[in-house]
């Protein structure tokens, strides 16, 4: 990234993290502990879909915040997205409330009336919708994110309905010259300027107009999770992540890259969900940050060690050579990340740490849980590639 392309982007930032006048304080009418109803967004996407899912297991109403031009439609685009992670039988398609809209349109793209009614039944916002795309540059996700974030905090407000916004750990830049401090839940963010990815910059933002909406007195809790994988149990998982482009790719060439500098904190989908609605649902954890994440980051050697567990056996080459087997291939799944590989290699994620949110989870009395993260081990993965097995996705091994 030049200077200029710097200089450019702390210049949309400051311009898109000003929360917008209407945006103001409220006593929350419900806290977690009593909500029932709940609005969701994002439950076609992979993360809000297992969300859906521990929403529903703990009870609750779920009103589902669709992009689509009418209830049926609406109903498909999940019922898709549910047989896509084998989750068809694990979610009670009658207990769920369909609301066609949309979070980048004034009023979530609703009637007066429609809003105003959707607005007195909930009790708790879980916002989960992103657009998701290693490839798109910050300002082609700004409507998404900043308008988005925006319409969302109005929503909130009207409902007087506390807002859980889920985020990424992505919001610490790895370029800051430190990348031995762990970042805890109330570690400063930043700098985005720093950050190669347009969607991390975009949740950055988000990040920023929360604060500010916060400050006027918005209960909002934001939930950062790692690099989210597969659920645990079914091995269910979105191929479109970098890490498993990268997994299937190099399986595809056949070819594994020596000594290539990717090391990240991997964190299982169901675990993710589940921590995300317990804090929910205690009191005192509202309006706090809180961090989910695996109990180790894995490297490069370890994700090549499962592959190889996996049974797939792959020649180790020279990242210059494996660039150049990936590039061989238009079909390659790393083939329009090339790029991206480039600057994810340079890019060292720093540690994290979730003492807040372990308190939480594990605390004494009542509100304590057994919620535990499962490591990614060389079992899990073989769970997780049997999925893509299943899906197509990888040769059988």
């Known amino acids: 990234m030049t200077s200029l392309e710097i200089e450019g982007d702390a210049a949309q930032f400051a311009e898109d993290t000003v929360l917008g006048d209407d945006i103001k304080g409220f006593t929350a009418r419900t806290l977690g502990a009593q909500m029932k109803s709940v609005l969701l967004t994002g439950a076609t996407g992979f993360l809000g879909v297992f969300l859906l899912r521990e929403l529903l297991a703990a009870d609750l109403t779920v009103y589902c915040l669709v992009r689509a031009d009418s209830v049926e439609k609406g109903r498909d685009r999940l019922r898709a997205n549910l047989e896509s992670y084998d989750l068809t039988d694990q979610v009670a398609m009658e207990r769920i409330e369909f609301v066609p809209g949309d979070i980048t349109l004034p009023g979530l793209g609703l009637s007066e009336s429609d809003y105003r009614d959707l607005a007195g039944r909930v009790d708790a916002i879980f916002h989960t919708a992103a657009k998701v795309n290693f490839l798109t540059p910050y300002k082609w996700l700004r409507k998404s994110t900043v308008s988005g974030i925006h319409e969302v905090l109005r929503f909130a407000c009207a409902a007087s309905a506390p807002l859980h916004h889920v985020s990424t750990t992505g919001v610490f830049s790895g370029q800051t010259g430190d990348n031995v401090t762990p970042r805890s839940e109330k570690h400063p963010t930043g700098p985005a300027e720093g950050m190669p990815l347009g969607y991390t910059k975009s949740k950055w933002v ?47 060439a056949g070819v594994y890259p020596r000594r290539f500098r990717l090391k990240m904190n991997l964190v299982p989908v169901d675990y993710v969900c589940a921590a995300i609605v317990a804090v929910s649902r205690q009191d005192a954890a509202l309006g706090g940050t809180y961090h989910a994440i695996g109990p180790a980051a894995i490297d490069s050697a370890t994700i090549q060690g499962f592959i190889a567990a996996a049974g797939y056996d792959l020649k180790e080459v020279s990242i210059i ?48 849980t057994d919620i535990t993260c499962p490591p990614i081990d060389a079992a899990l993965f073989a769970t997780y590639t049997d999925y893509f097995v299943r899906r197509g996705f990888l040769p059988t091994p």
């Open 321 to 368: 050579k494996w660039l150049k087997a990936i590039s061989a291939d238009v079909n390659n799944a790393m083939f329009p990340l090339i790029r991206t590989t480039m600057l994810m290699e340079q890019e060292e994620q720093p540690p994290f740490t979730d003492e807040i949110t372990s308190g939480f989870l594990r605390g004494a009395g009542s509100e304590g």
């Open 206 to 252: 988000a990040e920023q107009l929360i604060e500010h909406a916060r400050e006027r007195g918005v209960p909002v809790t934001v939930h950062r999770p790692t690099q989210v994988w597969g659920d645990s149990r079914s091995g269910a998982c979105q191929r479109n992540d970098f890490v498993w482009r990268f997994v299937i790719g190099s399986i595809q």
